[in-house]
């Protein structure tokens, strides 16, 4: 009995603690609302003016799945190969397997290569790197050096100049660092994703899009020409070997 009568007292007492402690907070928050609200209203006020001064940022993104398939399409042919001394299957294709893709992506050709595409802008065309220069203000600041007043990047880049080819290496970098990623999600699954992420909706869009084109328009090529010559190879031994056996006979 004892025991749970100075269970009770402790009980009664906690709660009784409770309970001043909330009357106290309340008789606090009584005596200091105006100080309340005067820093609520200042905090409403800053997140609108952040709102309205921050700029939003548009993210464009590409996700495609890379083929890790091993064997070439000659593979049939590998054996009849081999016996010429021909090995198709350690000939090119590594660039676009594994982490490879990624570097093709991000590397400096395919950038600028993409940069000096154009694109459709309220039917009028303009390339992809004026778009990013115009956004940025950068050629007002250009303008303020001699060297690079009314500098301009039409025409093809291997007649660029060395102020041309600086600026552009300072644009590539820029968005290496600050616009694209190029990542795999998953480490085990064979997904990437490229992404741009600009203040500009029309560049965003446009550089992904142009960019996946470029790197599939280089990937076609290389492996119709890699293919293409595994089949002259091929198409010569099989001659030669005819040519012997025609002879044989």
Known sequence: VMQTTEQQKTTDLTLKDIILSIKSNMRYLRLRWGIIIICGAIGAVAGIAYALVKKPLYTATCSFVLDDTKTSSLSQYAGLASMAG?????????????????????????????????????????????????????????????????????????????????????????????????????????????????????????FNDSLVANVNDFYIKTKTEKTAADVQVLQKQADSVKAILNNTI
């Open 86 to 206: 021909i090995d198709l299957n350690s000939v090119g294709g590594s660039v676009f397997e594994g982490d490879n893709i990624i570097s093709l992506y991000t590397s400096r050709i395919m950038i600028a290569k993409t940069l000096m595409c154009k694109i459709n802008v309220d039917g009028k065309q303009q390339l992809i790197i004026d778009r990013y220069i115009d956004y940025l203000h950068l050629k007002e600041k250009w303008d303020k050096e001699p060297a690079l007043k009314n500098i301009s990047f039409e025409g093809p880049m291997g007649k660029f100049t060395r102020k041309q080819d600086s600026l552009l290496i300072d644009i590539v970098t820029n968005i290496n660092k600050k616009v694209l990623t190029v990542n795999k999600p998953d480490k085990t699954l064979s997904i990437i994703n490229v992404t741009v992420t600009f203040g500009d909706e029309w560049f965003a869009k446009a």
